[in-house]
């Protein structure tokens, strides 16, 4: 069979699903399927598929019927040009967390001497990773509360070349975490407990303790203005990805005395997300 009709039918059959973008999806669980990049396919839809490409393209495309993440069934996720390795331990990273890297590392250009980084809630890894490899004279930890997840990213801090970079603390909040820190960065869990149950069976397949932030969603985004500026050196930043109308009531919640200045971004959305707080120093 060609790869063009293949595609054309797997489209028609995962837009019937519900399935966002199809065509987009049925593409790469088709490239991924016959070890090809993906724009081959579009560049010669009579690319013949052999037996074994279709057998575990089919077996992709179930699983992507029944709300499975692409990234869960590809085994990875592009992360800024990373390449992130995931399944059901982490949360599969963001378009929106790509943002957050780029104006972390929009704060650590700005900063003097050796550079330390806190990754609060890594998951996969990804924001900690991305940051290492932008500043290759970066110290990095990693601290998460899923030992799963720390397992995934052990994985990929070794894949990457970073394992001897990165210390991996396991810990439900940063009282263990010891500074000082350049930059504490995270995207933590921050969905309203409430919410959960209406998310789509896709976000629902991803672990329950990457989405959960409690009663408002802001329980980790609170202990971590609590507790950061001890751990931050003089001047230091946090700064966090959160949701909807969260990052401003945040934002509002940070007292001048302690931070010197708080400041919140939208994503290319236009959705208010992130929030920077700078101490003193
Ligand atoms: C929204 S996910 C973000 C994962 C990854 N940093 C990313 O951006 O793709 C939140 C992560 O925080 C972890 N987590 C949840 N509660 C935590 C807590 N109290 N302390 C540390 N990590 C926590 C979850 O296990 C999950 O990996």
Sequence with gaps: ?????ILIEASG????????????????????????????????????VSAAALRKFKKGLALKEQGEPLAYILGWQDFRGLRINVDKRVLVPRPETEELVGLAAEFLKGRRGELAALDYGA??????????KEFPGLRLTAAEKSARAIACAAGNAEALGLAKRVKFI???TLTPVRGPFDLIVSNPPYIPTRVIPGLSPEVLSEPKVALDGGGDGLDVARMLVKLSPARLKKGGALLLELGGSQAKNLAAAMPAAVWKETKTFKDLNGIERFVFGRIHG
């Design 1 to 5: 069979m060609k790869a063009g009709k």
């Design 13 to 48: 059959r995962l837009a019937g699903c519900g399935v966002e973008e199809p065509g987009l999806n049925a593409q790469w669980l088709l490239a991924d399927a016959m070890g090809v990049p993906r724009l081959n396919l579009l560049a010669d839809p009579d690319l013949p």
């Design 123 to 132: 998951g996969s890894g990804a924001i900690g990773f991305w940051l290492a």
């Design 170 to 172: 396991r810990t439900a």
